[in-house]
């Protein structure tokens, strides 16, 4: 089984910084995408940003505050909050698209979700 587990979320000041981290663990054979996905409330859940083989997408709302990245093993994503804003309040969720097996079809699995506030 596939386990993706968060930790970064909490409250902060405009203007402030938090980063987000997720870890994958058990059984996988290969990682097709990575990503954050947020959804606060009364809204749809939306996509934040998301990476594979090394490239990146992002968020109009986003851009050139976030940065997500992988390591090598590419079994971790994080995603790095910089210049927050109170839009930015939600829960964000982990996301990861991966086999775990050669002939297995990719699935997507999912975090638990983390909180992220945002004060002005």
């Known amino acids: 089984q596939v386990q993706l587990v968060e930790s970064g979320g909490g409250l902060v000041e405009a203007g402030g910084s938090l980063r987000l981290s997720c870890a994958a663990s058990g059984s996988i054979f290969s990682v097709a995408n990575m990503g954050w996905f947020r959804q606060a409330p009364g809204k749809q859940r939306e996509l934040v940003a998301e990476?594979?083989?090394?490239?990146?997408t992002y968020a109009d709302s986003v851009k050139g505050r976030f940065t997500i990245s992988t390591d090598n093993a590419k079994n971790t994503v994080t995603l790095q909050m910089n210049s927050l804003k109170p839009e930015d309040t939600a829960v964000y969720y982990c996301?990861?698209?991966?086999?775990?097996?050669?002939?297995?079809?990719?699935?997507?699995?999912w975090g638990q979700g983390t909180q992220v506030t945002v004060s002005s």
């Open positions: 996301n990861a698209k991966l086999r775990t097996g050669f002939w297995d079809s990719l699935r997507d699995y």
């Open positions: 990476i594979t083989s090394g490239r990146t």
